[in-house]
């Protein structure tokens, strides 16, 4: 079987995460999509199944990703997948995800939510979120999340129907209202950007990086609030440190996936 995942991911975790699954998945020769960087998307005729795979933002999906999802061309009934990474509370993120997919004709098969290091710098400077998830418990479940789902796979292949999981919600994010979710929700919380122009040594890091095309360096970047959607991308990212906002400076990145997470999932 050919599939396809589509991935946002900011920091590293989630594209993590689908290489994992990726060598794990038996019967899907899996390729990986980052909607970021490639801007032709191909064929999908010539994909059996689709993944969408992308990280908790503010409880639901990431705008520029649903927004993706909103501009692929109809499907009829095309098999997909979801899956998030997050680092504290998922909130109705999986449900508003498959959601999204299911609006353009797939139909979601199943799904799955890793706990895994905070990517978000204001949590990580409260100290919410655990830099050592996904603890072993987590980790078992996403195993059982990938033998499921080679299970669900191969009696398709050799019954030709397809069994369909209910998406699973914990009890304390269920209690998360679907409004939390709002397309302007980080980039509201996050607020305005400046750059520490001693620190800044103008390398284009943040202006080529931002995934919402929202910095431009002139010479020092400066901020399109119309475009930018508070990822936290330029903030992770900036080599000096040199990017802050009203409430953080010098703290809290998350540009890349931690020590302990690359070698849990690089089995
Ligand atoms: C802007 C932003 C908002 C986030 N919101 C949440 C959230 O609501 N709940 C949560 O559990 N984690 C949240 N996170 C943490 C990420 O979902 C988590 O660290 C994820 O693994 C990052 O994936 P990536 O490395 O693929 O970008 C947020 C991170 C960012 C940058
Ligand atoms: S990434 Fe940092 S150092 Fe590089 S241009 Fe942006 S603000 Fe300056
Ligand atoms: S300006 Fe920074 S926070 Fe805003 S979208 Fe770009 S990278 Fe993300």
């Known amino acids: 079987m050919k599939g396809i995942i589509f991935y946002y991911s900011g920091s590293g975790n989630t594209r993590l995460a689908c290489q994992y699954m990726s060598k794990k998945l038996e019967n899907i020769d899996l390729e990986l999509f980052n909607v970021v960087k490639n801007k032709e998307i191909p064929e999908l005729d010539s994909y059996d199944i689709v993944g969408f795979a992308t990280f908790i933002d503010f409880a639901g999906p990431p705008f520029l990703f649903e927004k993706f999802i909103e501009n692929l061309p109809q499907q009829k009934d095309k098999l997909a997948f979801v ?13 508003i995800l498959a959601k999204r997919v299911s609006e ?3 139909r979601v098969v199943t799904g799955h939510t890793l706990k895994v290091p905070e990517s978000y710098p204001p949590a990580n400077v409260r100290r919410i979120g655990n830099t050592n998830n ?29 069994e369909i999981r209910k998406l699973r919600i914990s009890l304390l994010n269920k209690l998360f209202p679907e409004s939390f979710h709002t397309p302007t929700k980080a980039r509201d919380d996050m607020g305005k950007k400046f750059v520490d122009e001693v620190l800044c040594t103008e390398c284009g890091t943040c202006e080529k990086g931002c995934p919402y095309n929202a910095i431009y360096l002139d010479p020092k970047p400066k901020f399109d609030m119309t475009k930018c959607f508070g990822c936290w991308y330029c903030y992770n990212h900036c080599p000096e440190k040199a990017i802050y906002t009203k409430k953080f400076r010098g703290k809290g990145h998350y540009p890349r996936p931690n020590n302990q997470l690359k070698k849990k999932l690089s089995a």
């Open 104 to 106: 353009r004709g797939f």
């Open 134 to 162: 996904p603890v072993k418990w987590r980790l078992k479940n996403f195993n059982r999340f990938i033998l499921d789902f080679n299970y669900i796979i191969r009696s398709f292949l050799d019954e030709g129907e397809i």
């Open 83 to 95: 899956f998030m990474t997050f680092g504290f509370k998922y909130g109705k993120g999986l449900k």
